[in-house]
Each structure stands twice: as structure tokens, then as C-alpha cells.
Nanobody, 120 residues
Framework: QVQLVESGGGLVQAGGSLRLSCAASGTILSPNAMAWYRQAPGKLRELIAT????????YAESVKGRFTISRDNAKNTVTVLQMNSLKPEDTAVYYC?????????????WGQGTQVTVSS
């Protein structure tokens, strides 16, 4: 089973930027979609950004205009989340997700998450 690993999290002041990367331990052929989620303490996991295989993107209102999801052609890197103008309310554990549809079956790949903390 392919594993995903997020990196790039950390502590940043409000207004700062972070770039999260999601690397795969193996090859996921032709993923159908990639996404980033986040989960703040005491809250449900929230979908914040998606990208389809065709390159179409969508964002939660809370991050629209500040976050950008993209592919990355670097070795083993599946997706990147560029986060600008960070706010304290962006503090959460961030997870990458890759969806593969094959023969009517859906497979979701998840990372273990990376902590992002934004100080005021």
C-alpha cells in the first residue's frame, strides 16, 4: 500500500507563509483527484482544497485567495499546498489525500498529517 507523507508544517506568525508538500512512498498511477484537509482541535476534519486530474481546483471559502493547491513534478511529490497570509484560525493538522478510481472501486490514500501553528 502506498503511503503519503506530509511535510513543511511548523510555527509561523500571522501573515506569514508555509508550503506543504505531500510525498508518496510509491507510484499512484493517474490519480483522479488530490486534496488537502485540515483538523483543528475539537473540530471535524475540513476539506479545504481539491484538484482534479484535469487540473480543476476548488477551495473552501475560509482559504480562498490565500491557499493554492498544485501538482509537483519533483520526485515522489504528489501535491503541494502553498499557504499565504496565514491567520491564527488556520492552526490545525493538515492532511493530504489522493483518490484513485479503478474498475468502480475508490481508493483513498492519506498521510499522517503535519502540524501548522499560526501565532498572533
Amino acid at each position: 500500500q502506498v503511503q503519503l507523507v506530509e511535510s513543511g508544517g511548523g510555527l509561523v506568525q500571522a501573515g506569514g507563509s508555509l508550503r506543504l508538500s505531500c510525498a508518496a512512498s510509491g507510484t499512484i498511477l493517474s490519480p483522479n483527484a488530490m486534496a488537502w484537509y485540515r483538523q483543528a482541535p475539537g473540530k471535524l476534519r475540513e476539506l479545504i482544497a481539491t484538484m482534479t486530474a484535469a487540473g480543476s481546483t476548488n477551495y473552501a471559502e475560509s482559504v480562498k485567495g490565500r491557499f493554492t493547491i498544485s501538482r509537483d513534478n519533483a520526485k515522489n511529490t504528489v501535491t503541494v499546498l502553498q499557504m499565504n497570509s496565514l491567520k491564527p484560525e488556520d492552526t490545525a493538522v493538515y492532511y493530504c489525500n489522493v483518490v484513485k478510481l479503478s474498475w468502480g472501486l475508490r481508493t483513498d490514500y492519506w498521510g499522517q498529517g503535519t502540524q501548522v501553528t499560526v501565532s498572533s
